[in-house]
């Protein structure tokens, strides 16, 4: 009686933590609305979720206009979500289902920033190959540029050494270092779920 009691209380817990994370999302959507924010469903969502969400804007997840720390704070709760279900299932505690979840969350955050970048520099790339007004000064294009230029040449320049380094050239071989590191990533990822697997507790 004591364990379906408890059991029971972790089912709740984990609707709720569920129903939360919802609610964040939310929030996170009607951020990009102007004006959604001050209406009373925005001034509610932001009392309820915004100290949440608050705590991981210390975190260095922004990459130029893109900001990724919604990501992790929504991953977290569905991982904690899962948890507290899991355990209300089975009963028990399980530390390898614990690491794998963290590990995927961590993964597809991850993932998601470095995938976004390679698109961007590639897209970039063949614009500045195809399109030589994109170089241009007045170029709607020199906005993005502003964003992602110092990070593309950071990438880029120990490939490059002492060599000089165009701008396009940059953008290229920054668009292969992150696909490969993405590929390898992938793949290391999945060799480290695998021996997590083996953790009989």
């Not at 609305?33 to 969400?53: E, N």
């Not at 953008?171 to 480290?192: D, G, K, N, R």
Request: glycine content about 4%; overall charge positive.
């Amino acid at each position: 009686m004591v364990v379906n009691t408890i059991q029971m209380l972790f089912s709740l817990a984990s609707r709720a933590v569920s129903l939360y994370a919802t609610l964040c999302f939310i929030r996170i959507i009607l951020a990009w609305f102007p004006g959604a924010h001050y209406s009373p469903v925005g001034r509610f969502l932001s009392q309820l979720c915004d100290p949440y969400m608050n705590l991981f804007y210390r975190i260095p997840l922004r990459v130029g206009m893109f900001d990724f720390t919604p990501i992790l704070s929504l991953g977290l709760l569905t991982v904690l979500s899962s948890i507290l279900g899991e355990i209300a299932e089975t009963g028990k505690l399980y530390i390898a289902g614990i690491l794998s979840q963290l590990i995927v969350i961590i993964w597809n955050a991850a993932a998601t920033v470095i995938f976004i970048l390679t698109v961007l520099f590639f897209v970039r790339y063949c614009v500045a190959i195809f399109n030589k007004a994109s170089n241009n000064y007045n170029s709607p294009w020199q906005a993005l540029d502003s964003y992602i230029s110092n990070l593309a040449f950071r990438i880029a320049k120990p490939l490059a050494g002492k060599k000089p380094l165009s701008y396009k050239n940059a953008l290229l071989l920054a668009s292969l270092v992150l696909l490969t590191s993405l590929i390898a990533a992938y793949f290391a990822m999945f060799f480290l779920l695998k021996l997590i697997s083996l953790i009989p507790f």
